[in-house]
């Protein structure tokens, strides 16, 4: 008599933290392919899916649309000056390759990391993943939005 009164409540939340956690993960599950995240809430880092999916910084989730090219080409300038001593298309240098980065990152994430790259690789578990690859601090270049959004375009077109 008594057990069963003592484990129906505890049962109950159980079964509500069951439902919690379900809940979470289906609406994460292309959130957490799309940046290697795993489900489990402590690979989170206590971020929301959204942070997990589009990075930590000023931008937001958005869609690029097809690829303008003069933009990218405006975006290939600011790479050669701003971004070439530390990362290559292919293979690694002091930072990672960028040419296949817009299959692996959403353009947020990349923009994000562009323009508040200390509070990604202090906070976001992924960005934190690659420094401790790198073991190099990506500096912040100071590019206006616009230039990050130019310097997205050229990597779009890799
Ligand atoms: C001083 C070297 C350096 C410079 C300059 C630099 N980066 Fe980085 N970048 C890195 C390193 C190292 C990492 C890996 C994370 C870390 O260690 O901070 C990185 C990470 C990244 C990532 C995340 C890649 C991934 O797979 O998650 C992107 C995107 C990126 N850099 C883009 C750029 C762009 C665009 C520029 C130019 C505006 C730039 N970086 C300038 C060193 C640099």
Do not use: W
Not at 12 to 17: A, D, F, I, K
Not at 56 to 82: C, H, S, T
Not at 92 to 99: C, E, I, K, Q, S
């Amino acid at each position: 008599m008594n057990i069963k009164i003592n484990i129906l409540p505890a049962m109950l939340v159980m079964g509500l933290l069951v439902l919690a956690a379900c809940g979470g993960n289906s609406d994460t599950q292309s959130d957490a392919a799309q940046t290697g995240a795993g489900d489990q809430s402590e690979a989170a880092g206590g971020l929301s899916p959204e942070e997990l999916e589009h990075g930590i910084g000023p931008i937001a989730a958005f869609d690029p649309g097809p690829i303008d090219a003069a933009l990218a080409e405006r975006g290939a300038e600011l790479f050669r000056v701003k971004c070439s001593s530390c990362h290559k298309m292919d293979g690694r240098y002091v930072g990672p390759a960028l040419g296949k980065v817009t299959q692996e990152r959403t353009s947020a994430y990349i923009m994000n990391m562009i323009l508040n790259p200390q509070e990604m690789i202090t906070t976001h578990p992924e960005a934190k993943k690659k420094f401790a690859e790198f073991l190099t601090p990506m500096p912040n270049q100071s590019l206006s939005e616009d230039d990050a959004r130019a310097v997205l375009e050229f990597l779009r077109q890799q």
